[in-house]
């Protein structure tokens, strides 16, 4: 599942990108994928500074995914690259989600830029590629790694602050790893099941949780069993709206 967010405070905006596996942990393969992106995104930020310029910093996040896929057999030389990843690094932040400014300046302290390298395995990508001999002989070469990795798509996407000495990472603290990402959504989600009496049917609901228990409504009709399905519920404060 990947999500992109946006979100406002006092008329500044963010912008952040994070794939978590549906079922709470990433497959062999999507942890493939996963980590060349990560590995892209910290190459990104260690080459921010000032003086250097954004084509810099999206170059060393290109050289990174360039290297990964190459190794997983998705491509056959540094040109089909953008075969998986069609986008550039990221955009100027600001009052704006997509805010104005020159991409060809030099970095600055102060400047605020989005890090969001991807990969993207569609399922028709090859389907699409010119019908030249080029192209077949590149499919008959990355076609065993595609049917590997065909429909992961992952991007992680981050908010830069450009500071004296580097730069500061902005939304640090939501979870990134491969290791934070899967031990969060192990705690992170709490399941609710409606008595039949309200439906005919029990229904399941999701909802994050946060520290504390308790709900809006005391007389609500919801269950909260521990365990459910043989996993640990954790418990979590839910404001509930339900139509009687």
């Given at each position: 599942l990947l999500m992109d967010v946006g979100a406002e405070y006092n008329h500044y905006t963010a912008d952040i990108t994070r794939t978590f596996p549906v079922n709470g942990k990433f497959s062999k393969e999507q942890a493939e994928v996963y980590q060349i992106v990560y590995d892209a995104q910290e190459a990104a930020a260690k080459a921010t500074k000032p003086g250097a310029t954004f084509q810099q910093v999206s170059a060393a996040a290109?050289?990174?995914?360039?290297d990964g896929l190459l190794k997983l057999g998705l491509i056959t030389e540094p040109s089909h690259v953008r075969i998986w990843y069609m986008h550039g690094l990221g955009h100027w932040l600001g009052m704006n989600v997509h805010d104005v400014g020159r991409y060809g300046a030099p970095l600055q302290p102060g400047m605020v830029f989005t890090n969001e390298p991807g990969i993207y395995i569609r399922e028709d990508a090859l389907?699409?590629?010119p019908d030249t001999p080029?192209?077949?002989?590149?499919?008959a070469k990355v076609r065993p790694a595609f049917e590997k990795y065909k429909n992961i798509g992952v991007r992680i996407?981050?908010?830069?602050l450009v500071t004296a000495t580097g730069v500061e990472w902005m939304s640090r603290d939501i979870p990134r790893t491969i290791a934070d990402i899967e031990a969060f959504m192990a705690k992170g989600s709490i399941e609710i099941a409606l008595q039949p009496k309200y439906h005919r049917q029990p229904v399941n609901v999701f909802l994050e949780h946060s520290a504390g228990f308790s709900l809006s409504n005391p007389g609500s009709p919801l269950d909260f069993s521990l365990p459910v399905g043989g996993r640990t519920v954790r418990r979590g404060h839910a404001h509930v709206h339900y139509a009687g």
């Open positions: 290109n050289d990174v995914i360039r389907d699409n590629l080029e192209s077949k002989a590149f499919i996407e981050d908010d830069m």
